[in-house]
Each structure stands twice: as C-alpha cells, then as structure tokens.
C-alpha cells in the first residue's frame, strides 16, 4: 500500500516569510509525528498527534511553529515568519498506537531553506 | 531525560570485513528500533527489537537488545558496498504513542 506522502519535497523561501508543509500518513495509522533534520542537531522531535488532538507538542523550537491535524489523517506544519535557523529536513511519520509496537514509518520529507 | 548514543559515528570497512555498531541509551525502555538512511532519502525502518534478549537477522544485518545494559548492537557481517548508508538506533519510553529519540547516526562506508 501507499507510505507517508509528503509535500512539497523541496521549498525555497526568504526569511521573514510563512511556510506550510504537508504530511499524509498511511491509511489506518492513528498516530502521526513530525521531526526535524539538520546537520547540526540530529534528527530531534517536534510534535505528535493522536487523532486530530497533539498529546505532545514539547518540540516545538518556538511559538513560530504549530501544527494541526484534520479528520484523523492529513497533518500541516506551519512555520511562521521563518529564519535562517529553520533551514532543515522535515521529516513525517506515523504508526498505529496498538499492540506492542511503536514502529514509525517515515516519509520522504520535505527539504526547506530560508534564504 | 531519554539520550541515545551511537558508536562510532563514522565506520569505513572493507568489503568482506565483520563490524559492530554501538548504541546506548539512558532510561529503562523495552523497545529500540533501527533505522537506514541513504543520502538524500528517508528512514527505511530495519528493525524493532522490543524485549530483553531480542535478536532480529536481516541478510548480512543482525540487532541485539540487551535491556539490563541499556544496549544494542547492529552487526554487520562480510560488508558489501549495498551496505553503505547511515544507520541510526531509537529509543522510546515504551508508551503507546511516543516519541523516538534518536542516536547521532553512523555513517559506514563500505569499501570495494
């Protein structure tokens, strides 16, 4: 089946500027993340929802970042007023919350520089 | 708070060669994932070890969980370049829905 779509892949903007990036889970998987890659710090957590509602949002870098959920499936993250800073990969995941496993499954993420 | 750690974080082997991949974690937890990444790709899930004294093979891959030591391993045995990647270790808290915590990442290299 389909895995975790993402997009767009690639996103150029000028700092200063707000940006929305998109994630579309696996069909079925209830939980969905979002996290962040750069060169400097890693892959870190940003936020997770649990439906539509977001049990966790302890990542978020600042109060510029937010994220919703609708109807249990297609998430945005929007990051507002961007900085150079921002410049990162954003990663989407998502996982069914049942059973043992917490197994995430990734997307191919969205690659985003603030000019 | 969860910290990962991974060890080395650069690997460069022969092909052929046997290697052992490090990864640490602070907190108790039962559950520790693998992951592959190529360059300019995404996480490619490699295996989830979820009980003390777990072992996964996966071709020329075999992961270890050793709970008590807060350890796991990813072996690597008779490299090929396929090989090549970047391979991080996860940690979560063992709840439904947690977040991963992520280790630094090793890069290998695999060479012809």
């Known amino acids: 089946g389909a895995g975790v779509s993402q997009s767009p892949s690639n996103k150029v903007t000028e700092k200063g500027k707000d940006v929305e990036l998109r994630c579309d889970p696996i069909?079925?998987?209830?939980?969905l993340y979002w996290y962040r890659q750069s060169l400097g710090q890693g892959l870190e957590f940003l936020i997770y929802?649990?439906?539509?509602?977001?049990?966790?949002k302890s990542g978020l870098p600042s109060d510029r970042f937010s994220a919703e959920r609708t109807g249990g499936s297609v998430s945005t993250l929007t990051i507002q007023r961007t900085q150079q800073e921002d410049s990162a990969v954003y990663l989407c995941a998502s996982s069914v919350v049942a059973g043992v496993s917490n197994e995430q499954f990734f997307g191919p993420g969205t690659r985003l520089t603030v000019l | 708070e969860l910290k990962v750690e991974q060890n080395p974080l650069f690997l460069s082997m022969q092909e052929g060669k046997n290697y052992t991949i490090y990864c640490n974690y602070s907190?108790?937890?039962?559950?520790l994932y693998w992951y592959r990444q190529d360059p300019g790709k995404s996480l490619e899930s490699l295996f989830v070890?979820?009980?003390?004294?777990a072992v996964k093979q996966e071709g020329r891959l075999m992961a270890s969980l050793d709970t008590k030591a807060r350890l796991s391993t990813l072996h690597i045995t008779a490299a090929v370049h396929d090989l090549s990647a970047t391979y991080f270790c996860?940690?979560?808290?063992?709840?439904?829905?947690?977040?991963?915590?992520f280790g630094a990442g090793t890069i290998l290299r695999v060479k012809s």
């Open positions: 996860a940690v979560d808290r063992g709840e439904y829905g947690n977040k991963l915590v």
């Open positions: 069909s079925g998987h209830t939980a």
């Open positions: 070890l979820l009980s003390n004294g």
């Open positions: 929802f649990q439906g539509n509602s977001a049990p966790d």
């Open positions: 907190t108790t937890s039962d559950r």
